[in-house]
């Protein structure tokens, strides 16, 4: 993680506003950063694949997986018309077309709004993260889906983890940008209530279509969450962060430190 104060890192400290220079010298992340970025997505591989082989080929977790099984035949035998409709909608929003497109412009809107790298590799390093991790596992894994009608269909037959729902979760790294740029409450607030509103309501729409069992979509909200985490650490805050103590803040500015 590169937080580095020294004028380089900040255009509105160098007063630099040089296009031809920026892109250079804002990078935010060295070998070192990238060496722990890889350890991270090993351990998270191997915890997820894990669990995902308790699930599907032993007898441990035996009680989850009937009550997943019934769940998901209650979501089933319980559909209605205006509730496939909000399902579609719901699940939509993680896509992978929409996703990508949703975050390759979020990306570059900060890229241009800046001039550094820091806001924008925030979004993609997290999604790009948690991808690997779900291509991987669900590829080891291949839990069947719920034996239940399903409302669309997937070229991938695998059902843990969820990555609708992992993506999903990903949105929620803008709630970090949100906390780098302002201490005002109503707008941190506000950025975590439409987080969670949006994992959750994917999670629902992605067992209620039949595509996931309850612990797929919550190891997707989990997968999400531990992505985006472990990414705002290695990645680090900003120079002109609004830390002020917060989990996002004393992470940033104690990996700032060790880097100084």
């Given at each position: 993680m590169t937080t580095d104060t020294s004028p380089t890192r900040s255009l509105d400290e160098s007063g630099a506003g040089d296009d031809e220079s920026w892109w250079a010298t804002t990078w935010p992340l060295e070998k070192a950063d990238w060496l722990r970025l890889v350890v991270g997505?090993?351990?998270?591989?191997?915890v997820f694949v894990a669990v995902g082989e308790l699930l599907t080929n032993w007898s441990v977790l035996d009680g989850i997986v009937r009550t997943d099984t019934d769940l998901a035949q209650r979501l089933a035998d319980g559909r209605t018309d205006?509730?496939?409709?909000?399902?579609?909608?719901?699940?939509f929003i993680a896509n992978t077309p929409v996703k990508i497109g949703a975050s390759v412009i979020i990306a570059g809107f900060f890229l241009w709004k800046f001039r550094r790298?820091?806001?924008?590799?925030?979004i993609g390093l997290p999604l790009i993260f948690e991808a690997i991790v779900y291509i991987v596992t669900s590829h080891i894994v291949r839990r069947p889906r719920p034996e239940v009608e399903r409302l669309l269909e997937s070229p991938v037959d695998a059902s843990?983890?969820?990555?609708?729902?992992?993506?999903?979760?990903?949105?929620?790294?803008?709630?970090?940008?949100?906390?780098?740029?302002?201490?005002?409450?109503?707008?941190?607030?506000l950025a975590v209530i439409v987080a969670v509103v949006v994992s959750?309501?994917?999670?629902?729409?992605?067992?209620?279509?039949?595509?996931?069992?309850?612990?797929?979509?919550?190891?997707?909200?989990?997968?999400?969450?531990?992505?985006?985490v472990i990414c705002a650490r290695i990645l680090g805050s900003p120079p002109d962060a609004a830390t002020d103590g917060t989990v996002i803040g004393v992470a940033s500015t104690e990996s700032s430190e060790a880097r100084s």
């Open positions: 997505l090993v351990s998270v591989v191997a205006t509730q496939t409709d909000l399902a579609h909608w719901s699940a790298w820091h806001e924008a590799v925030m843990f983890p969820s990555g609708h729902v992992a993506a999903a979760t990903v949105y929620a790294a803008l709630v970090v940008i949100v906390f780098w740029h302002t201490r005002a409450i109503w707008a941190r607030t959750v309501a994917v999670a629902w729409a992605r067992a209620y279509q039949g595509m996931h069992f309850l612990s797929d979509v919550i190891a997707g909200m989990v997968l999400g969450v531990i992505s985006i």
